[in-house]
T-cell receptor
Framework: AQSVTQPDIHITVSEGASLELRCNYS??????LFWYVQSPGQGLQLLLK??????LVQGIKGFEAEFKRSQSSFNLRKPSVHWSDAAEYFC????????????FGAGTRLAVHP | KAGVTQTPRYLIKTRGQQVTLSCSPI?????VSWYQQTPGQGLQFLFE???????NKGNFPGRFSGRQFSNSRSEMNVSTLELGDSALYLC????????????FGSGTQLSVL
């Protein structure tokens, strides 16, 4: 079955530390991959997306993600976390022709210590 | 330009009632998708509309329905509400709905008592 796994439900980092959020997907073909962020009481905002080409993708707010086909992974990274990055992060996939039928992971809640 | 607008922001209903939620997409966007977000099930796709036609739907019972109007505004309806329908309902819009950037609204928080 098609699925997206975010192994870490909750992560806490110190401000200024580096961050890596993990995402693995299970699909027969390479899907289109996304990372979204959700602040409390808000909708989702797209951080970055991967369709094809360069496997290292740059996004907004200093985030980047690397697609690794051999590991079926699309991990999100940030070299230096800011307190305002505290939020919930969702990895998502959609298949070609999926008409915005995103399949989301369970999410990783990020807390940032000052 | 204005973002995706969902109304109402909060809603309280009782079991057995029905509810209608509204979504106004970004101007020029013709694709509208709906998602349900709950602590237990996470984010789940409900359906997608483009030019008044439903093109895709998720695994929800027939009590969940939707429609899209000629101006791309969309509504979703839930009939015979159950306690488990309590959730944040998110609407998202895009130009064509084909693997492009989705813009999400802030959602409608539905509580079923």
């Amino acid at each position: 079955a098609q699925s997206v796994t975010q192994p870490d439900i909750h992560i806490t980092v110190s401000e200024g530390a580096s961050l890596e959020l993990r995402c693995n997907y299970s699909y027969g073909a390479t899907p289109y991959l996304f990372w979204y962020v959700q602040s409390p009481g808000q909708g989702l905002q797209l951080l970055l997306k991967y369709f094809s080409g360069d496997t290292l993708v740059q996004g907004i707010k200093g985030f980047e993600a690397e697609f690794k086909r051999s590991q079926s992974s699309f991990n999100l990274r940030k070299p230096s976390v800011h307190w305002s990055d505290a939020a919930e992060y969702f990895c998502a996939v959609v298949l070609l022709g999926g008409y915005n039928k995103l399949i989301f992971g369970a999410g990783t809640r990020l807390a940032v210590h000052p | 330009k204005a973002g995706v607008t969902q109304t109402p922001r909060y809603l309280i209903k009782t079991r057995g009632q029905q509810v209608t939620l509204s979504c106004s997409p970004i101007s020029g966007h013709r694709s509208v998708s709906w998602y349900q977000q709950t602590p237990g099930q996470g984010l789940q796709f409900l359906f997608e509309y483009f030019s008044e036609t439903q093109r895709n739907k998720g695994n929800f019972p027939g009590r969940f329905s939707g429609r899209q109007f000629s101006n791309s505004r969309s509504e979703m309806n839930v009939s015979t509400l159950e306690l488990g329908d309590s959730a944040l309902y998110l609407c998202a819009s895009s130009f064509t709905g084909e693997e492009e950037k989705l813009f999400f609204g802030s959602g409608t928080q539905l509580s079923v008592l």
